[in-house]
Antibody
Framework: EVQLVESGGGLVQPGRSLRLSCAAS????????MHWVRQAPGKGLEWVSG????????GYADSVKGRFTISRDNAKNSLYLQMNSLRAEDTALYYCAKDKDFGVVTIIDWGQGTLVTVSS | DIVMTQTPLSSPVTLGQPASISCRSS???????????LSWLQQRPGQPPRLLIYKISNRFSGVPDRFSGSGAGTDFTLKISRVEAEDVGVYYC?????????FGGGTKVEIK
């Protein structure tokens, strides 16, 4: 059974940094692209970033480009999101998500999310 | 960036009746590899999203056959042939043809 468990969320002041982690199990991690998707309270889904199986292809939403960095450690079956210069509008539930393929095709599995609140 | 526009915003449906959701992209979703990476997801209240349909019309594992997808280029449709109570939730289209991936704004399906 695929399991994606996010951690690292919490309350942080504007301008500060936070690092999210996602522990993956139940599948061969380095066979799949991975993503971070967020959902602000009461709002729709927003894709944040994605990374191919070997980190050779990486993409970001315009809203986070230059502030957030996605990475993966295939030896540790883990996905990360380094978030710098956080803003109030980054407040959201952040989901770790698994693609259907080693490149980007679609998202087939989701974690339960970790809540990030940016507030002074 | 590709903008995904869904209609309607809300769809009140009688149990057992069909429902249809449209999704239009601001540019063609045909990838250079010939595939069209358009998906449909369902999000029930309080839960993470769930994949229903990928590459326009491919039903994902475990998805009931009352869900179907169609379309091409920039215009796509999700149809529910007979709405059941468990279908209540918000439905999103999503394109993965190019970075950044983008979602439609969502369509809320509710029972009349």
């Amino acid at each position: 059974e695929v399991q994606l468990v996010e951690s690292g969320g919490g309350l942080v002041q504007p301008g500060r940094s936070l690092r999210l982690s996602c522990a993956a199990s139940g599948f061969t991690f380095d066979d799949y692209a991975m993503h971070w998707v967020r959902q602000a309270p009461g709002k729709g889904l927003e894709w944040v970033s994605g990374i191919s199986w070997n980190s050779g292809s990486i993409g970001y939403a315009d809203s986070v480009k230059g502030r957030f960095t996605i990475s993966r450690d295939n030896a540790k079956n883990s996905l990360y999101l380094q978030m710098n210069s956080l803003r109030a509008e980054d407040t959201a539930l952040y989901y770790c998500a698994k693609d259907k393929d080693f490149g980007v095709v679609t998202i087939i599995d989701w974690g339960q999310g970790t809540l990030v609140t940016v507030s002074s | 960036d590709i903008v995904m526009t869904q209609t309607p915003l809300s769809s009140p449906v009688t149990l057992g009746q069909p429902a249809s959701i449209s999704c239009r992209s601001s540019q063609s979703l045909v990838h250079s590899d010939g595939n069209t990476y358009l998906s449909w997801l369902q999000q029930r209240p309080g839960q993470p999203p769930r994949l229903l349909i990928y590459k326009i019309s491919n039903r994902f594992s475990g998805v009931p056959d009352r869900f179907s997808g169609s379309g091409a280029g920039t215009d796509f449709t999700l149809k529910i042939s007979r709405v059941e109570a468990e279908d209540v939730g918000v439905y999103y289209c999503m394109q993965a043809t190019q970075f950044p991936l983008t979602f439609g704004g969502g369509t809320k399906v509710e029972i009349k």
